[in-house]
Every structure is written in C-alpha cells, then in structure tokens.
C-alpha cells in the first residue's frame, strides 16, 4: 500500500515560496495551536508530529530542495523525517514538567496553581562519536527545540518593550483572596493569581509574538567544541543555551552529553588504550619490530624476544590525550597473541623439528601447557570485556 503524501506547506499553512523567516513564525504560531498540552483534540498528538516534521524538512534549505523536487524528505517517505518525543521536545533527558513548561509559555499559571518559576530550566542532549573523534577533538553541529528570548519585544513580553505593571487583580502579591463554604462554615482560600501567573505584575500591550511570555519557541544550531581526550558520558555545559526565562529571567543551561561508540579494535580503559597484537613463532622468538595502525596516526612497536601469549607491550605516550593536560597521552598496551599454525609444508615442519630440538623443548610439561592456556584465556576475555 502507498503512503499518502503529506504536503508540508499545508501543514504549516504557507505558501510554497515562503522563506525562511515566514516558515519559522508559522511554525510557532502552529505550535502555540496544536501542541498536546493546550489542546486537547484527539488528533493533536498527530498533528503536533506532522508540524514538526513539515517543521524539520522546510526550515532546512537542502531537505526542502529535495522535498520540492522529489516530493518526499531526504533519507525515507513521508512520516519518517522527524520523530518528536513530546517528553524530549526541547533538548532531550532534560526534566520538564511539559503541562508547566507551556503553561508559562502561554502567561497562565503552572500546573496545579503553583507559581512558575521564572528563570529557564537547564536541557541535555546526547551526541555520538567516534573514539577517533574523541582522540582528536571535534566541531559538532546540533539541532536543538528551544524556549528562546522572544526577538520581537526583547524578551520583555510587550510589544512597546515597556516594563510590566503590578497587577490589579492581585494587587501585586501573586494571590487572590477568596471564601468557600464548607462543613465548618466559610473558610478564607488563598490561591495563586491566574491573570499575572502569580507573579504579580501583568503585561499591558502584549507582544503578538510570544503572547507576553517573553520567549518564543524556536529551533536553533548550535556548535558543541568536543575536546580532545573526552570521556564517554561527560557532559559539556554551554552557558544560556538552555530553557529561556519568562520576559528576560535568566536562561538555563544547555548540557551535551558525549557517547563514545565501542572501536573495532582498540579498547579504551580510562587514558590508556588496548589492542590485540597477532606475532608469528619466529617474531615471538627473535623480537621484532612493526608498525601498526593507530587511531590517528601509525605507531611503532617494539617487540622484545621471547614474548609470549598474554604478554603486554608498552608502547608510551600512545594512548589517548588528557582532557585536563594539554600535550600528556595515556599509553597503548598491545597484547601479544603468538600464532601458532595450522598447517606446515614439509620444509617448514622440518625446521621447527630442529629447532625443537636443539631447544630440547620437544616434551612440554603438563604445568606449562596448563600455565599458557590460563594466559591464552585471559587475554581472550580481556578482549570481551569480561576483564
């Protein structure tokens, strides 16, 4: 069956030559309409998700091409370009209550009539990298879904940029005084004020923008310095870049948490790095000398005679760089695993035949088969990961 096409412009109710600028107020104007949290139609769920796909393609000068020319968004069909988790909408793993979050946006009181807090909650993100990325540093650009200051009144949440004003209704105090009958006769209540948000002071021209909120929802990207030497699960905070406060109140923060994807062949433990090194018989005997290739660069390793199976070799200053200091690396450790063929020609059969004799190593003891065997596993299971 054929999937039906979404037409985003539709969506978004503008125009196919609409620019950047057009695309973005719409999809505010959209969202401040159909989010789940203030609208309660069964489909607003749905069309909360089309939004920001249409959003995702049309704000995004190389996906709307592509869209434009082929009819679909880059890189799947229709329905598969952006999906929102409602709980991550704005920044991911950040913990907002989204009912108080919207509820501020929109001037009203929180949740259960508490007062808001004004200043911005602090979001997190998570990027993936590669442990080359994180060996050399890096720039990553990331898309986030913020509450940002509101461009076309400063912030301030009046369409003048004049300050607010106490509040009639409550006087200032952020409560409203009122009487409920009860078993016990009339009884005094003490509730927050529902026309100031409980914040005591009211916006008299409210900006058209953001509802005198002061902030705006609003997609934004933003370039994340990844240094070199980062630790998988650490956290880089970028300051202001989180949740913006109500009408000016200071922003939260952004916090990016860095995941380093698993390498193929090194192991990673703490600054220092771990790779299997294969040697035959005769470099296992003799030492050697061999290059091998590093995560950045190739790296010299030198093999001292007589290595055996579950030996390691140090290689200094080959590891990962320091976060804390600058030009200081961990070290590489090559665990030495002797290969042992399966198959001998005649000559080569010949050969080690002599020297096992003049070795006199023909009749190996019981306690050193046993002895190379509890080496051979432990290098094997450092390897899984059981070490």
């Known amino acids: 069956m054929s999937q039906v096409r979404i037409d985003y412009y539709e969506v978004l109710e503008i125009s196919r030559d609409a620019d950047g600028e057009t695309i973005k107020r719409a999809f505010r104007r959209k969202a401040r309409e159909c989010h789940p949290d203030v609208n309660d139609a069964p489909d607003a769920e749905d ?41 991550d909408i704005f920044g991911g793993g950040a913990a907002v209550d989204l009912g108080d979050l919207f509820s501020s946006f929109f001037g009203g009181v929180a949740g259960g009539g508490r007062r808001m807090r004004p200043e911005g909650r602090d979001m997190a993100v998570a990027v ?13 650009q990331i898309t986030i879904d913020r509450l940002a200051p509101c461009p076309e009144c400063d912030a301030t949440g009046s369409a003048d940029k004049a300050a607010p004003v106490t ?19 009339m009884m005094r209540t003490q509730q927050p004020c529902t026309d100031c948000a409980a914040t005591g002071q009211r916006v008299e021209n409210i900006c058209d923008e953001c509802e005198g909120s002061g902030r705006i929802i609003d997609r934004q990207v933003v370039d994340v310095e990844i240094p070199a030497g980062v630790a998988d699960g650490q956290r880089i905070r970028l300051s202001n870049l989180g949740e913006a406060g109500i009408r000016g109140a200071a922003s939260g923060d952004l916090l990016v948490e860095v995941h ?20 035959s018989i005769a470099e296992a005997a003799l030492g050697t000398k061999k290059r091998i290739p590093g995560l950045l660069d190739e790296i010299r390793v030198t093999i001292p005679s007589g290595v055996q199976t579950g030996d390691k070799v140090k290689v200094k200053g080959a590891g990962m760089p320091l976060v804390e200091r600058d030009g200081v690396y961990g070290n590489l450790y090559c665990h030495v695993d002797v290969i042992v063929p399966k198959k001998l020609d005649s000559r080569s059969r010949e050969l080690l035949e002599d020297l096992s004799r003049s070795l006199g190593d023909s009749e190996a003891s019981d306690a050193d088969e046993l002895l190379t ?7 094997k299971d450092f390897f899984k990961g059981k070490l």
Request: proline share 3%; aromatic share 8%.
């Open 47 to 87: 069309r909360f998700k089309k939004l920001n796909e249409a959003y995702d393609v049309l704000s995004d000068p190389n996906k709307r091409q592509h869209y434009d020319r082929f009819g679909t968004a880059p890189g799947g069909a229709n329905g598969g370009a952006y999906n929102v988790d409602f709980n």
């Open 128 to 140: 993936n990298i590669s442990l080359e990325d994180a060996a050399r540093g890096l720039t990553r």
């Open 167 to 185: 509040c009639s209704t409550c006087n200032g105090t952020g409560q409203t005084i009122g009487t409920k009958q009860t078993i016990f006769g």
């Open 260 to 279: 380093v994807r698993p390498h193929e062949r090194f192991i990673r433990k703490g600054k220092d790095l771990n790779v299997r090194l294969a040697l």
């Open 373 to 379: 065997q509890n080496l051979t596993d432990k290098v």
